[in-house]
């Protein structure tokens, strides 16, 4: 293993990057604040130059190699931020690099890249997932002897990224109580414990990540990193397999909690924040605010720093994040439900089933010949949560088979 990051490494990055971020707002919010009884400030890292601390990492990392290194050549791999920040760096400094997306990365983030990284950066698009991906990016750099730009495991990355402590810790005189710092590969998080541990060791720092994908979570409780078979790659800046092993080091020592937080909560977070905050976050930047009033009364009376990561969201995919902040406030549902197949049966269920503010959002219907009842696929939108039991009360009583398809993923995967 690497050796660990240091807050003298800490201080030398921030001289690196010195007039090249920006300093990002430390913002008092006072809406938050109210919910949870708390004082809570935003770092608002989504309004970097290429809207997120990654290129912090990237840029420290690039700019401390030697000659002989930047002349072979630098790769990385990423499906977002990290290739943002490293062809931002590539440009800043004049370096040739590649950068490895799989091929199924939106092309919007594909067009980012080349906007950022110009005639200095080449992207290759391969592989159906980041794993593979960067398998074939690692492999790459070895065969050519070009040196590998990580996302998060990497000492003076880490370093890097960790910066965003020492901003925090100038832009307010009194120290914080709680940090809350989305986790993803552990940089982050790991960084920002490197400057607190020594600097404002009294600070609590708890660590967020998607309920889908607890790579962090499952390490720390089995003692070892663990290789995550399955996850919800709905989060994409904070979804990975395995964290890091300086991450884990770290973290295992210093990390004073984790908390996991539903995918549907996250995306009911990101319509919050732009609908009442003006912010564009993306999954992963609205990770920590959405765990916010999910920790209770632990924030009672509190100052609590929330690190807004990032802000690369996709307008394409707002109307998932929508769905999905719908279900998980329990006011979309989805339904099979058996008609009968005579004429007024779809009648009979909009005006004996539906209750007065109930609305149809979606319906899908195949005639079957020859058969009694044919199945329809009914999305409804309620006003209220507590209007599910009646729904379902009139469709018993009215005789309406039907199953229920919000818990069965399988199904329900094609219907968002």
């Known amino acids: 293993m690497s050796h660990l990051p240091s807050l003298r490494g800490v201080h030398k990055a921030a001289e690196r990057l010195n007039g090249l971020t920006r300093?990002?707002?430390?913002?008092?919010?006072?809406?938050?604040?109210?919910?949870?009884?708390?004082?809570?400030?935003?770092?608002?890292?989504?309004?970097?130059?290429?809207?997120?601390?990654?290129?912090?990492?990237?840029?420290?990392?690039?700019?401390?190699?030697?000659?002989?290194?930047?002349?072979?050549?630098?790769?990385?791999?990423?499906?977002?931020?990290?290739a943002q920040g490293f062809a931002f760096s590539c440009q800043k400094l004049e370096i040739k690099g590649e950068v490895y997306m799989p091929a199924t990365t939106p092309q919007q983030k594909v067009t980012q890249v080349h906007r950022f990284g110009g005639d200095y950066v080449e992207v290759i698009l391969v592989g159906d997932t980041y794993d593979a991906c960067q398998k074939i990016a690692l492999q790459a750099a070895k065969n050519d002897q070009k040196t590998?730009?990580?996302?998060?495991?990497?000492?003076?990355?880490?370093?890097?990224?960790?910066?965003?402590?020492?901003?925090?810790?100038?832009?307010?005189?009194?120290?914080?109580?709680?940090?809350?710092?989305?986790?993803?590969?552990?940089?982050l998080v790991s960084g920002i414990i490197t400057v607190l541990k020594e600097q404002?060791?009294?600070?609590?720092?708890?660590?967020?990540?998607?309920?889908?994908?607890?790579?962090?979570?499952?390490?720390?409780?089995?003692?070892k990193r663990v290789t995550l078979k399955e996850m919800d790659g709905f989060v994409d800046g904070a979804?990975?397999?395995?964290v890091g092993k300086l991450a884990f080091e770290i973290c295992k020592s210093h990390l004073d909690q984790?908390?996991?937080?539903?995918?549907?909560?996250?995306?009911?977070?990101?319509?919050?924040?732009?609908?009442?905050?003006?912010?564009?976050?993306?999954p992963a930047g609205a990770l920590a605010i959405a765990a916010l009033d999910l920790l209770g009364d632990l924030f009672v009376n509190k100052s609590?720093?929330?690190?807004?990561?990032?802000?690369?969201?996709?307008?394409?995919?707002?109307?998932?994040?929508?769905?999905?902040?719908?279900?998980?406030?329990?006011l979309k549902h989805y339904f099979l439900v058996d008609f009968p197949q005579r004429s007024g049966a779809l009648k009979q269920f909009v005006t004996q089933i539906l209750g007065p503010k109930d609305d149809i959002t979606h319906f899908e219907f195949s005639k079957k010949n020859f058969?009694?009842?044919?199945?329809?696929?009914?999305?409804?939108?309620?006003?209220?949560a507590t209007d599910l039991s009646l729904l379902v009360e009139r469709m018993k009583k009215?005789?309406?088979?039907?199953?229920?398809?919000n818990d069965k993923q399988s199904l329900f995967q094609f219907l968002i």
């Open 23 to 82: 300093v990002t707002p430390l913002e008092y919010n006072k809406r938050l604040s109210d919910l949870i009884q708390a004082t809570v400030f935003l770092k608002r890292e989504d309004l970097q130059q290429v809207r997120s601390f990654k290129i912090r990492g990237a840029y420290n990392k690039i700019s401390s190699l030697n000659k002989k290194d930047l002349q072979s050549g630098i790769v990385c791999a990423s499906a977002g931020n990290h």
């Open 200 to 223: 404002s060791p009294e600070t609590k720092i708890i660590g967020v990540e998607p309920e889908g994908a607890p790579s962090m979570k499952r390490a720390l409780d089995l003692g």
């Open 304 to 330: 609590v720093g929330v690190l807004v990561c990032g802000g690369n969201n996709d307008v394409f995919r707002m109307p998932e994040i929508k769905e999905r902040a719908l279900m998980y406030s329990k």
């Open 398 to 405: 009215h005789n309406f088979k039907f199953d229920y398809l």
């Open 148 to 187: 590998f730009i990580h996302p998060f495991d990497d000492a003076t990355v880490i370093e890097g990224q960790a910066t965003v402590a020492l901003e925090m810790l100038e832009q307010r005189s009194k120290a914080y109580d709680y940090l809350l710092v989305p986790i993803g590969g552990g940089g």
């Open 239 to 242: 979804t990975v397999r395995q």
């Open 258 to 282: 984790v908390v996991l937080v539903p995918e549907g909560k996250i995306c009911q977070t990101i319509l919050e924040v732009y609908n009442k905050d003006g912010i564009v976050a993306e």
């Open 371 to 384: 058969r009694n009842t044919a199945p329809a696929v009914v999305g409804i939108e309620l006003q209220e």
